[in-house]
């Protein structure tokens, strides 16, 4: 799978949009890229996936280049709550990971109030 | 999205002596994964739980120190034997329904070795 390369630290403001940039400039055609949060004493959680297109869900949009070499999470109106540590994963679905996930050091984000 | 129920939650151990963590997921998963976080580190990978089989290990775990079951297609555990303090970690049970779908977590085992 495509290695990641993440900012160590990020700063935001209660109630500003977090973006948190990922590049993965080895990604290949078949390679998803998958955003996971890991919130102080707790499991990682899921928390959007993309291929090519933009994606959004409830949590979350992810905006991925047209050339896919990088992509940028966003949360909207981020809260103290999203304070964690926010893991951008390649994953190739058909590949030889057989489901495993690797993740490299994740951006700290803290949000201040 | 699955829930994993993971026990114990957090223990405290003696030094070479072993802890079998469970992992119990309430629906039914193709696959079953064990990941070690250290103090202030990220997740590592341990191993894949197979069901009805060997459990395929990465670089630098092995069957003798990290023993995985998975009975069926709900249930894993993971055995941290002989333990000592640099085994100290959380041990985080993982599972996804197919390569198609997220992999979701456990809230993970806080282990301490003495």
């Known amino acids: 799978d495509a290695k990641t390369t993440q900012p160590t630290s990020m700063d935001c403001a209660e109630g500003r949009a977090a973006n948190l940039p990922c590049n993965h400039s080895?990604?290949?055609?078949?390679?998803?890229v998958y955003w996971y949060r890991q919130i102080h004493s707790q499991g990682p959680q899921y928390i959007i996936h993309g291929l090519k297109n933009n994606e959004t869900n409830e949590m979350a949009s992810l905006i991925i280049t047209e050339d896919r070499k990088s992509s940028t999470l966003i949360l909207p109106h981020a809260t103290l709550r999203d304070t964690a540590v926010y893991y951008c994963?390649?994953?190739?679905?058909?590949?030889?990971?057989?489901?495993?996930?690797?993740f490299g050091q994740g951006t700290i984000l803290t949000v201040h109030p | 999205s699955a829930v994993i129920s993971q026990k114990p939650s957090r223990d405290i151990c003696q030094r070479g002596t072993s802890l079998t963590i469970q992992c119990q997921v309430d629906s039914q998963v193709t696959m079953m994964f064990w990941y070690r976080q250290q103090p202030g580190q990220s997740l590592t990978l341990i191993a894949t739980a197979n069901q009805g089989s060997e459990a395929t290990y990465e670089s630098g775990f092995v069957i003798d120190k990290f023993p995985i079951s998975r009975p069926n297609l709900t249930f894993s555990t993971l055995t941290v034997s002989n333990m000592s303090p640099e085994d100290s970690s959380i041990y985080l049970c993982?599972?996804?329904?197919?390569?198609?779908?997220?992999?979701?977590f456990g809230q993970g085992t806080r282990l301490t070795v003495v």
């Open positions: 993982s599972a996804r329904r197919d390569t198609n779908t997220e992999a979701f």
């Open positions: 080895t990604i290949s055609g078949n390679e998803y």
């Open positions: 994963i390649v994953f190739n679905a058909g590949g030889t990971s057989y489901g495993k996930l690797t």
